[in-house]
Each structure stands twice: as structure tokens, then as C-alpha cells.
């Protein structure tokens, strides 16, 4: 489903009634180019939790590389495994 930003800008009550209530995900277009999409908080949450399990994941398994050779792992490569700036 893929609905404009004018679209959704002009019915902006109807498309948070769609996500909130219908659970719906809308992705928004800009000159039929998908750009961005509006998703239940409740996909955010799950999101925002996926990405954090995987930091973890990542950070523990820096740690056991430092504690099976005995060299630290640079700051600026742990920045990009975790891909920070």
C-alpha cells in the first residue's frame, strides 16, 4: 500500500486513525518514490527493541574477541560494527 504525502497531508486525522486503531502501515510516496511510512507505535517499540538486542549482540561479542586474544577493539571500529558515527 503506498498512499502520497499530499494524500495523507490532506487526510492526516484518517491516516493515524488507520495506524492507531487498523494497525495499518502507510507508506508514503513522493513522486511515487517511496520515502518514509507511518507504523503503529507498537511496530516502533518492537523495532526500537530489535535494534537494541542486536547492539547487545554485537558489544558481547566485541567483549569475547578482548577476552579470547587480549587486544582491544579500537572505539572507532566498535562505532562502526555498531554502526555509529
Partial sequence: ???SITDVKNGLDEALTRVSRHKD???LKRRGKKVAAL???E???LLEK???EDDI???KKALDEY???GRSIPLAE???RLGLK
Fill in 1 to 3: 500500500m503506498g498512499d
Fill in 39 to 41: 507504523v503503529p507505535l
Fill in 78 to 80: 566498535v562505532k562502526k
Fill in 50 to 52: 530489535l535494534e537494541e
Fill in 25 to 27: 502501515r502507510i507508506v
Fill in 43 to 45: 511496530d516502533l517499540k
Fill in 57 to 59: 549482540r554485537e558489544a
Fill in 67 to 69: 577476552k579470547r586474544t
